[in-house]
């Protein structure tokens, strides 16, 4: 009976033992999918923080591109606008100096002809 009674608490202790591991498994696993939970949460807030950052910082650059575009392409209208007029007054210049001096060579060459005429 001693015989028998001992491999009855043997296989209560067993059974014990094997219920307080799986519990012990079930716990760890549990924890383990809270913890995996929580990181994954954290890190798409990360993320989406950083992207949040990545647009403003691209937009802004984007503002300062556009600012100092404007400002170069209204240097550049300014320094042709200022070219152009130089170019107009040499070649408005030119023309008039051009009649004048035609104005002259007619002018002797009807003086020559009066001459002539005489």
């Known amino acids: 009976m001693k015989f028998k009674l001992g491999k009855i608490i043997a296989a209560v202790l067993l059974a014990s033992a094997t219920l307080m591991f799986s519990q012990d498994v079930a716990k760890d696993t549990d924890k383990a999918a809270k913890d995996t939970g929580h990181a994954t949460d954290k890190a798409?807030?990360?993320?989406?923080?950083?992207?949040?950052?990545?647009?403003?910082?691209?937009?802004?650059?984007?503002?300062?591109?556009?600012?100092?575009?404007?400002?170069?392409?209204?240097?550049?209208g300014k320094d042709t606008a200022k070219a152009t007029d130089k170019a107009a007054k040499k070649t408005g210049h030119g023309i008039k100096k051009g009649v004048k001096d035609v104005g002259h060579g007619v002018e002797k060459g009807a003086d020559k002809t009066v001459d002539a005429v005489k």
Do not use: E, P, Y
């Not at 989406?48 to 600012?67: E, F, R």
């Open 44 to 76: 798409a807030k990360d993320t989406g923080h950083a992207t949040d950052k990545a647009a403003k910082d691209t937009g802004h650059a984007t503002k300062v591109a556009a600012k100092d575009t404007g400002k170069a392409v209204d240097k550049a």
